[in-house]
């Protein structure tokens, strides 16, 4: 692939993601966030009988919280989102299990909000070597205490001139496939042009190496929205070099809770 055609196809995704922003799923339809405890039940439904009372919902749902995953009306499941007319409940476990509520008619979703990257540069798709070095650990997150990861390895990369290690982790959540990869990182841009608590990029195997391409980094959706729990990036992945690359903070022009 040309790096005309690679510019292309970042671009693409860029213009996908602007259109779903403004979606009945994306975070910005988000109207509230509530904890199912495990082993504890939750009924959404459209009158006074429900633990939660939803004007305009087409029926009731009951979800319970599972070690491993949530019962909806009494039925196995792993995490998902659950349409019922104008909501949909977005169920993350997370080892904190909650239902995000999102609401096809949140105002929110008109919101002047401009999602915001920095321009492609095919040089910051960058291969490397996966040094393993399992261990398990802990993330901080936004939202709950610290979360369950296995430090996966180590790749070195060279930005800039400037070679950096950076952890590989995986969450270990009911929901995560195993092969999932993320790199959590803080770099010289956060907190200014790039968002507060940090970005997340997904590391890709390609052969015997991977592929961390920081032209998809991405910021949490708590950017956005004050409903998700996101996880907080490791000491050791807070980088003194700037990565202009990927997603920046987002501009909102708006009174209301973003986050």
């Known amino acids: 692939m040309t ?6 196809r970042i671009e693409a995704q860029r213009d996908q993601e602007r259109a779903w ?7 910005l339809a988000a109207v509230a966030r509530h904890e199912i405890p495990v082993g504890t039940t939750v009924r959404f439904g459209p ?12 029926r009731a749902v009951v979800v319970m919280a599972t070690s491993d995953g949530f019962e909806i009306d009494g039925q196995p499941s792993g995490p998902r989102t659950v349409e ?6 977005r169920l993350s476990h997370q080892n ?26 095919p040089r910051l798709r960058l291969r490397a070597r996966l040094e393993p070095d399992r261990a398990r650990r802990t993330l901080g997150s936004t939202s709950s205490g610290d979360r369950s990861a296995e430090r996966v390895g180590w790749v070195r990369l060279d930005i800039a001139a400037v070679e950096v290690r950076l ?19 803080r770099d010289r841009t956060t907190g200014g042009d790039s968002y507060v608590v940090g970005r997340y990029v997904a590391v890709e195997r390609e052969a015997e190496d991977v592929v961390v391409d920081f032209n998809l980094a991405y910021n949490p959706a708590c950017a956005l929205s004050p409903y998700y729990n996101c996880p907080i990036p490791p000491a ?13 903070t987002p501009l909102v022009r708006s009174d209301r809770p973003h986050g």
């Not at 922003?21 to 975070?27: F, I, K, T």
């Not at 050791?236 to 920046?248: C, F, Q, S, Y």
């Open 84 to 89: 019922a007319g104008r909501y949909r409940l």
């Open 96 to 121: 904190y299990p909650a239902a995000v509520v999102l609401d096809a008619e949140s105002p929110r979703r008109h919101d002047a909000v401009e999602v915001r990257w920095y321009p492609v540069d």
């Open 21 to 27: 922003l403004r979606g009945p799923d994306s975070v």
């Open 236 to 248: 050791e992945n807070h980088l003194t070099v700037p990565i202009r690359a990927g997603e920046m």
């Open 47 to 58: 009158d006074d009988r429900a633990d939660v009372p939803l004007v305009g919902i087409d």
């Open 167 to 185: 952890s590989v982790a995986r969450l270990l959540e009911p929901g995560v496939p195993e092969e999932h990869m993320e790199i959590y990182f």
């Open 3 to 8: 790096d005309e055609d690679y510019v292309r």
